[in-house]
């Protein structure tokens, strides 16, 4: 008898008429290639591969259904017949696959980055500029009849259904919370009538599109705002989104606003599946549970303990359109797993970029690296440097049908991973290691740990790729032979004792990961830490913050005035900001190093003077590039290419050493798709 993985999360389940083979939702996901001028294939191939992967059901990327909804003023929209004519193209792509996709109706409101955006209440969002207009009593009218229109046109399209966006701040959530509904008529004031825009909604398409055409509406069960909804509303909106209509709910977390963190790497996995338990068994129709579910195993142990009918992952999908696949395989070994990062995802669309995958750079551009394509001519190949860049180099590179051998002079693969999984927070790189070991051995890598590469084993390779890494940026300073002066490397590693009173020296990502891990207690709730009222009884879910006397006395100091660590991820960097500044971190900005003297660090700061005395300094003062190899290989006119640190160091992370690694292994030899 054949054995069973995941039995909870691979049994079927129905979502109104649709039969679904297993329990698992791709979540929407904005990608930016709704905006592209060729967008609508590549986004084909893009959910096509995930349909492939054997997801149960795909929800696109938010569409508005006018032009005030849009998220910017190019935004994707489902308003006439020509938008339905053009995203044909998808649906028809995901049905080859043997898929089900829904479009999800997304409505900015306030969230809407352009000047004709549009709210309940006339009140501007703090993470807008455009302050919004108060819809009248026609607009909300005319507003309710754009979302029926485009669920008509979805139809057209030859979606399965829609997912109507009721949560994360957007439009609909407006309606429902005090926090942004300040209306006295039908749709202001008390909770009933608060909530009668998304019922309105929901009947109004339901009779539209008939029953044969599923309707997902995804409900913020925990706004994370002072004046969101409580746990009884919740209840009450959501047995009258039933009632309405829809033949699912799904789960929303916190606004965008809100000063939470939902989806990064420092939420626990599962965080939030709580939320969606209190609601089983007041409403009869299925319910789906989100947020941090980037594993089979999370996602299966919500189904058994009975969090949800149904799981979502989202960014997931972007790095392993196979994970269903995998799973149902029993290799979860082979899984390229979500490590939470945002930052080639959320962070690119914030830049109107292409949303992709720091561990998959071939997410949303599945056209440009095939991943089907051999290399016309297999070549030998050395990799030197088993980090980030290289471990991405070597894996593709034989992939595309390279004899690949990878030289590591330390005793284990990861590099720069290595230290990154210490940071709290970061633990998820232990499963990116994970997935480039199983990686390395099924496409039969030769790897060479402990091996120093040189000129003469490297001789006998056709090319040679530089993946050596960086070394520490040394920092100069008189009195700096002390030893009390340490590397980030030797503080990561745990190598000595570390004080009660350190400055750290410089303060991009790697001076705020030493502060944090520097600071972090094992038995710290995440939930007390950031005010999360797990009973949901307190309004919009939040309670007073618990914070801890932290354990060391920290200073973070960086030579350039402003803000200090503005060179954070945009999505992710206010909450390296506040969780240190939780902890009582002081920062330095525009400063000027003089001495050590005395267990002083002496500085000027605004001008000033000072002496601040310490136990440690943590230097943290960026990196050069390491490339002992070059030019002995170049003398010995030996083709090689240098990919990340070792090409350039300034603005290195993990993002941009994969993404280099596939770069090269693409461009080393000529390739065409099988």
């Known amino acids: 008898m054949q054995q069973t993985f995941y039995p909870n999360l691979l049994s079927p389940i129905r979502i109104g008429p649709l039969e679904l083979p297993n329990r698992v939702l791709m979540g929407s996901m904005h990608t930016g290639l709704e905006e592209e001028k060729d967008g609508m294939e590549r986004l084909a191939t893009f959910y096509a591969e995930r349909a492939q992967g054997g997801v149960g059901l795909i929800v696109t990327g938010g569409i508005s259904p006018n032009l005030e909804g849009a998220l910017g003023p190019n935004g994707a929209r489902m308003q006439r017949k020509r938008h339905a004519r053009k995203h044909r193209v998808i649906t028809e792509a995901v049905h080859a696959e043997g898929g089900k996709i829904l479009m999800q109706i997304l409505h900015g409101g ?151 963190p939902t989806i990064a790497t420092l939420v626990p996995r599962g965080g939030f599946t709580f939320v969606t338990r209190k609601l089983m068994g007041k409403v009869d129709i299925p319910l789906i549970t989100t947020n941090r579910l980037n594993t089979p195993e999370a996602c299966e142990e919500a189904l058994e303990s009975g969090c949800a009918d149904m799981v979502s992952m989202a960014r997931p999908f972007l790095a392993d359109p196979e994970i269903v696949k995998k799973a149902a395989m029993g290799v979860p070994q082979a899984i390229n797993t979500c490590i939470g990062c945002n930052q080639a995802c959320l962070d690119h669309i914030f830049k109107r970029k292409v949303a992709s995958c720091l561990v998959n750079p071939r997410a949303s551009h599945e056209s440009k690296w095939p991943i089907d394509a051999q290399a016309n001519e297999a070549k030998q190949v050395a990799v030197v440097g088993a980090g980030p860049a290289g471990l991405s180099a070597a894996t593709e590179l034989a992939r595309l049908g390279h004899e690949v ?23 998820e790189f232990y499963e990116t290691l994970r997935y480039f070991r199983y990686q390395l051995d099924q496409l039969q890598v030769n790897v060479k740990l402990e091996t120093e590469a040189n000129t003469e084993n490297l001789r006998v390779f056709d090319h040679v790729i530089l993946a050596s890494g960086v070394s520490p940026r040394p920092w100069q300073i008189d009195g700096m032979d002390k030893t009390s002066v340490v590397n980030y490397i030797d503080v990561i590693n745990q190598k000595g004792t570390i004080g009660k009173r350190v400055i750290i020296i410089g303060a991009g990502g790697i001076g705020f990961d030493v502060a944090d891990f520097l600071l972090h207690e094992g038995n710290e709730s995440f939930y007390a830490k950031w005010g999360i009222d797990k009973t949901l009884e307190s309004r919009g879910g939040l309670r007073e913050e618990q914070d801890s006397e932290p354990k060391r006395e920290i200073h973070l100091f960086q030579r350039s005035p402003g803000k200090v660590g503005a060179s954070l991820g945009k999505t992710t960097g206010w909450i390296h900001r506040l969780n240190l500044k939780k902890a009582k971190v002081q920062m330095h900005s525009g400063v000027t190093y003089h001495k050590i003297a005395d267990g002083q660090l002496i500085y000027t700061e605004n001008g000033q003077k000072q002496a601040l005395p310490y136990d440690q300094i943590v230097v943290c003062a960026g990196q050069v590039p390491y490339h002992p190899l070059s030019e002995k290989l170049a003398n010995l006119n030996i083709p090689h290419t240098l990919i990340g640190g070792a090409r350039e160091a300034r603005k290195l992370d993990a993002q941009r050493a994969i993404l280099e690694g596939i770069e090269a292994a693409y461009a080393l030899a000529p390739w065409s798709r099988d």
Request: net charge positive; proline share 4%; hydrophobic share 35%.
């Open 110 to 260: 306030r969230y809407s980055y352009h000047p004709f955006n549009v709210a309940p209440s006339a009140i501007k969002a703090p993470i807008n500029r455009f302050k919004p207009r108060k819809l009248n009593s026609l607009g909300i009218k005319r507003t309710i009849r754009a979302y029926v229109r485009s669920a008509r046109l979805a139809k057209e399209a030859g979606y399965d259904g829609i997912e109507i966006m009721g949560s994360e701040g957007y439009l609909i959530n407006q309606f429902i919370a005090k926090e942004t509904n300040k209306r006295t008529d039908e749709y202001g004031g008390s909770f009933e009538n608060r909530m009668r825009f998304p019922i309105e909604i929901i009947k109004g398409i339901r009779s539209e599109v008939g029953n044969d055409f599923a309707i997902i509406y995804r409900l913020s069960m925990l706004d994370l705002m002072s004046e969101g909804s409580n746990w009884e509303e919740v209840v009450t909106l959501a047995k009258a989104v039933e009632k309405a209509g829809a033949d699912a709910i799904n789960t929303g977390i916190g606004w965008h606003e809100a000063r939470i």
């Open 405 to 427: 051998t990878l030289f590591e002079r330390g005793p284990e693969i990861g590099g720069q991973f290595n230290l990154a999984k210490r940071i709290p927070g970061k633990q």
